[in-house]
């Protein structure tokens, strides 16, 4: 994308949500762009956030990710961790 004149630009927006009971995913698009840097252009990048926390701050970890390879290990984690877990309360 061609660089803006004038003002720095650096502008985040939501792509993308998506829910699951109380955990949310939002994809965000990141604009960056200085004139200072000497790029005639603006850097496009996508961010993922996943927020499970519950109100009183308990429960799943906030999580960020800029590459989807790091969101499917989470996912294979995520699966075994959950049937340990499910082990454990049974045993």
């Known amino acids: 994308m061609p660089a803006p004149?004038?003002?720095?630009?650096n502008d985040r927006d939501v792509y993308a949500t998506?829910?699951?009971?109380?955990?949310?995913?939002?994809?965000v698009r990141c604009c960056d762009w200085d004139a200072s840097d000497g790029?005639?252009?603006?850097?496009?990048?996508?961010e993922a956030r996943i927020n499970g926390l519950r109100e009183d701050g308990g429960g799943a970890a906030e999580i960020f990710a800029?590459?989807?390879?790091?969101l499917f290990g989470l996912a294979q984690v995520a699966v075994q961790a959950a049937l340990l877990l499910g082990e454990a309360r049974r045993s």
């Open 39 to 46: 790029i005639d252009t603006v850097d496009i990048s996508f």
């Open 18 to 27: 998506v829910a699951c009971g109380a955990l949310r995913a939002e994809v």
């Open 5 to 9: 004149r004038g003002a720095k630009v």
């Open 66 to 70: 800029t590459d989807s390879t790091e």
